[in-house]
């Protein structure tokens, strides 16, 4: 079973970037998908980026421009690069790693202040 390790959240101002990283470890670890969410306070989780592993990305409407998804080209490892912070990108951010199995991280807490 992959193992998945988040890491990067933290305190920042508005403005300000962050680069979060999934590294998966243990067992199969090639993708197919690597999906980043965030779930904002009680709302619902929403899906914030995605890429496959032929490097085909997708962002949603709120972080598009701002947030690059990447993936180490050596390494299990996928990045999420946000800049331009906003105080409503505060929330709990996860890797969800489908390959072999899917998987989820055990998400890096946010926050943006203003």
Not at 62 to 89: C, H, W, Y
Request: hydrophobic fraction near 35%; aromatic fraction near 10%.
């Amino acid at each position: 079973q992959v193992q998945l390790v988040e890491s990067g959240g933290g305190l920042v101002q508005a403005g300000g970037s962050l680069r979060l990283s999934c590294e998966a470890s243990e067992g199969p670890s090639e993708f197919y998908v690597v999906h980043w969410y965030r779930q904002r306070d009680e709302k619902q989780r929403e899906l914030v980026a995605v890429i496959s592993k032929w490097n085909f990305t997708k962002y949603s409407d709120a972080v598009r421009g701002r947030f690059t998804i990447t993936q180490d080209s050596a390494k299990p490892l996928v990045f999420l690069q946000m800049n331009t912070l906003m105080p409503e990108d505060t929330g709990v951010y996860s890797c969800r790693w489908s390959g072999a199995s899917d998987v989820w991280g055990q998400g890096t807490q946010v926050t943006v202040s203003s």
